[in-house]
């Protein structure tokens, strides 16, 4: 049996976004699956327009998904020479020509073609002159004239392509490049591609291509063209609707399974199954499951899904991934032991990492830096509360466990000794040591902030 060959072919002309990462992710995945091959292609002929900043920033993004590629990454730009030579086929065997045309005549026959209420074509002109290679001469590729493309989409099933609905395409410019048509087919087929798995954006190009491969005599692929994705307002998704680019919910703080958990359902279902580990897709993914219609982007779904890999996520690993972003948006370096003390405060409470790291901001304050909100300290840090959490504090520091239970122990009996509700106290002892009235629960904020500082910062409201 072949070997299951897939690929993923970016233009590294802007970042990797949502769509091509879900495309990207149904390749690895039907590879993974069959254990086939993987393979990236940066498709960066426009050079006026693909960067190495793009190319790093696509396969970072990749990496940081967890789609690695078995090979590449390969670069179109390199491989020029090997698409001239398979022009250079075509144009022996007579399945392609030189054309002599000049941009404006082309024009013009278009012209001609839509005044008469045609498909604005190339007309054939220099199909039959045997013309040879000169300046300014393209290669064109002669479509047959009369007949059908057919092939049966893994996706949409049978889809039928009047021949003359094309014309006879250029596939080599007059500098001398073989253009995108041809570099694809050429590398599909040298690669060994057997599923290509695309945006259906691409579909248009399938009946050339198909085209190119019966003329060079390459076997054909099996083809599937994923529908777009589209905003919640039915349009194609855009930067009005969210972020596009993968790395940018990186930023936000979002985890790499939850985006692939997310990306995978745009397309793809299994029943009603709506989040899948990696684990879990590799064994229930199948091409069956591709969907026929358009998905729309939903930033709530996007947000709970991310919630419950939040939840479900194990400590030390979503810790240093906190301890990331800390170092990155606000460069400070909180020890491993602290942020896994933190994180399952937040398990339920954060939607994403970014928020995660707003919430626990107080932790990772001295008690000087920590900001009070003065509103809150004025209403309730009256001066008679402060004379309770003077003493509280003297309780504290003599406490010979400093854990939740025991701060709780501590708190019943001094409630119990001077009649007051937990709620008088709640609230002063909150804002005392996190600066605002929001918190997880209140003695185990405390325990984790360790006895050091939250005594320190009971000083220092009480110097406020
Ligand atoms: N380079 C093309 C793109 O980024 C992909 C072409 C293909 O999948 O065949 O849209």
Known sequence: MTQIVTRFPPSPTGYLHIGGARTALFNYLYARQNDGKFILR????DQARSTQEMTDAIIDAMHWLGLDFDEGP????QRGDLYNRYVDKLLETGAAYYCSCTPEEVDEMRETARAAGLKPKYNGKCREQDLGPGPGRVVRF?????GKV??????KGPIAWDVQEMDDFVIRRADGSAIYQMAVVVDDAEMGVTHVIRGDDHQNNTPKQILLYEAMGFPLPKFGHVPMILGPDKKKMSKRHGATSVM????LGYLPEAMLSYLVRLGWSHGDDELFTMAELLQKFSLEGLGKSASVFDMDKLNWTNSHFIKTGEVARLARLLGDLLQETSGIAPEQPYLEAIVPLYQTRAKTLKEMAEQAAFFFHTADTLPYDGAAVAKLLTPEIRGHLAVMASRMEALTAFDHKSLEDMAAAYLEETGLKFKALAQPIRVAITGSTTSPGLFETMEVLGRERTLAR?????TL
């Open 150 to 155: 057919v092939f049966d989409d893994i996706i």
């Open 74 to 77: 390969y670069f179109q730009s």
């Open 42 to 45: 940066i498709e960066d002929t």
């Open 248 to 251: 940018t919910y990186r930023e």
């Open 458 to 462: 009971f000083q220092k409201a009480l």
């Open 142 to 146: 002669k479509t047959p004239l009369t």
